[in-house]
């Protein structure tokens, strides 16, 4: 089965431009998750979605991150616009309806770099 | 919010030798503890997890052991090899039954031949 796919892998913008992610989860998984994982540090919850609903965003940081899953599969993130401190791995993540927390499936991630 | 420290932050064994990784959380309501394995460049996986209604869990040369009492979760390696080299991180849900994990912040860990 295919796992977690997002893109881009790299992307390299200037401070102030925008920048998009996307993620497609594995199939049938509805719960969607975005993290973002600093440079020698855990991954951190930005956002997670039951759906299309998201249900955990009180992590993100609404003034520039924006985030979508249209139709519950796909999920798009942005930052508008990016600022020096953005630059980080941001990781998408899917997982099966459990009782309880269960297993996290991670795609490869996004790397940004803002400079 | 769910706190969740690790030690120690780099680890280096001999090939053959054990290793072992600490980490301690803060929600007592915490009921869920996996561990990932992430190496270079790579995807975190899921190694091994355990629930707060057992004490220990064990999968090859891999365990993990927890104490509720205390708030602290360990990971062992036995035997380990070069392939074992990666960055390990522990977890914590946010409270019983919740999907919000928090993550603690990695032990590299470096098998020497």
């Known amino acids: 089965e295919a796992g977690v796919v997002q893109s881009p892998r790299y992307k390299i913008i200037e401070k102030k431009q925008p920048v998009a992610f996307w993620c497609n989860p594995i199939s049938g998984h509805n719960t969607l998750y975005w993290y973002r994982q600093n440079l020698g540090q855990g991954p951190e919850l930005l956002i997670r979605y039951e759906n299309e609903e998201a249900v955990d965003d009180s992590q993100l940081p609404k003034d520039r991150f924006s985030a979508e899953r249209l139709k519950g599969v796909d999920s798009t993130l942005k930052i508008q616009p990016a600022e020096l401190g953005d630059s980080a791995v941001y990781l998408c993540?899917?997982?099966?309806?459990?009782?309880?927390?269960?297993?996290?499936?991670f795609g490869e991630g996004s790397r940004l770099t803002v400079l | 919010g769910e706190n969740v420290e690790q030690h120690p932050s780099t680890l280096s064994v001999q090939e053959g030798d054990s290793a072992v990784i600490k980490c301690t959380y803060s929600?007592?309501?915490?009921?869920?503890f996996p561990w990932y394995k992430q190496e270079l460049g790579k995807r975190p996986q899921l190694i091994i997890d355990i629930r707060s209604n057992v004490g220990e869990k064990k999968d090859q040369r891999i365990a993990v052991t927890l104490n509720k009492t205390a708030k602290h979760f360990s990971l062992h390696i036995t035997e380990t090899q070069p392939e074992d080299s990666a960055v390990y991180f522990c977890a914590a849900n946010s409270g019983a039954g919740s999907y919000q994990l928090t993550f603690g912040k990695g032990t590299k860990l470096s098998v020497i031949p």
């Open positions: 929600d007592s309501a915490s009921n869920y």
């Open positions: 993540a899917s997982s099966t309806p459990r009782s309880g927390a269960g297993e996290l499936f």
